[in-house]
């Protein structure tokens, strides 16, 4: 049986698996898809994403090091360049011909938000477009990719359900919130992404201050919450004083039942609080949802009748819905 991760269409999409600013004069190390990468940067600086397995004994290629845009192998030293060409195989001398096989078979990136994108496969898919990156009265921010051991599905089911809140996050924003959920209403919220919107009273205790704007005990948010197949995620929320703060939520699949995360934040504030002040709360948040994924086991059903589902889990059901048709899920 095909696992999650070696569904076809999966290949054809894009997943950021580490900061920009992450990658510099050394070989990086990400597992996609069950599948081991190197990543590192050419001498013009581009990416260069190949698997992390030497073509000549295996070695993994991410445990060499980097120099003038040239990895080196750390077994018997050929150097691999540009396009994952192989430019050197010491052992032969400097002019011996390169065997063709020698060469990486490299996979797609880009650099968008702060983050490296890869696309393991021919792309069918977009990284989704975030409007506010190029609208001067929005600052990006960025998080770190973390490491969560939980399936990916089971990451944007949760950020598609706002039922936990008031369970999952008492100790961050949740505690205001009526754990009643109104009937919700599904709809195209833009080119991209398809959800919600909803209001909720948040909790809004002194380490929220920086991030609300606003020093009463509960504030409240309008947001709107929507997926953009396969995995990524934004929530909007929008402050009475007209301060918006939108969070795109990536989760990148390691292999079947661990995931990467991190999360990018543009906000229309005055730039005059720190950042670090700014995503501290929303980090608090996520460590919330981790906590509870992590002990939650195995991958999240695609079968409609595996797990029960309430009326509040509506816009995570149409998410898995989406992306059961996506992948070829049949039950
Ligand atoms: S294993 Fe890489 S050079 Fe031999
Ligand atoms: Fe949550």
Redesign the pocket.
């Known amino acids: 049986m095909t696992t999650f991760v070696e569904r076809e269409a999966l290949k054809g999409c894009w997943y950021p698996v580490a900061r920009s600013n992450s990658v510099t004069d050394a070989p990086h190390a990400v597992r996609l898809l069950g599948e081991d990468l190197v990543i590192w940067r050419d001498h013009h600086d581009a990416l260069v994403v190949a698997p992390d397995r ?1 073509p ?4 993994p290629l991410s445990i060499g090091s980097v120099e003038g845009g040239v990895l080196t ?1 750390a ?4 150097g691999f360049g540009a396009d994952g060409t192989c430019v050197g195989v010491p052992s032969s001398g400097p002019n011996a011909t390169i065997p063709p096989t020698a060469h990486l078979s490299c996979r797609k990136a880009e650099e968008r938000y702060g983050l490296i994108w890869v696309c393991p496969g021919e792309p069918t898919m977009s990284i989704p477009d975030i409007g506010q990156e190029n609208d001067p009265a929005f600052r990006r921010i960025n998080t770190p990719v973390d490491a969560w051991a939980t399936s990916t599905p089971r990451l944007v089911d949760n950020f598609m359900d706002f039922s936990h809140f008031p369970w999952v996050h008492t100790g961050t924003f949740g505690g205001a919130q009526d754990p009643f959920v109104p009937k919700i209403e599904l709809s195209q919220l833009d080119d991209v992404f398809f959800g919600y919107q909803y209001e909720v009273e948040a909790a809004n205790p002194d380490e929220a201050i920086a991030v609300s704007g606003s020093e009463e005990d509960t504030v409240h948010r309008v947001m709107t919450t929507g997926f953009a197949l396969p995995f990524a995620v934004r929530s909007t929320i929008r402050y009475a004083d007209g301060l918006e703060h939108i969070l795109l939520l990536l989760s990148t699949p390691v292999d079947d039942v661990n995931s990467m995360f991190t999360f990018v934040v543009w906000r229309n504030d005055d730039h005059s609080t720190d950042t670090e002040e700014i995503i501290a709360f929303d980090l608090a948040i996520g460590a919330e949802d981790k906590v509870m994924l992590e002990q939650v086991p195995g991958t999240l059903t695609m079968s409609r009748t595996g797990v029960v589902n309430v009326q509040s889990d509506k816009p995570s059901v149409e998410w898995r819905r989406r992306f059961a048709e996506f992948v070829g899920f049949t039950e």
């Open positions: 030497c000549h004994r295996e070695a192998c077994y018997h030293g050929w």
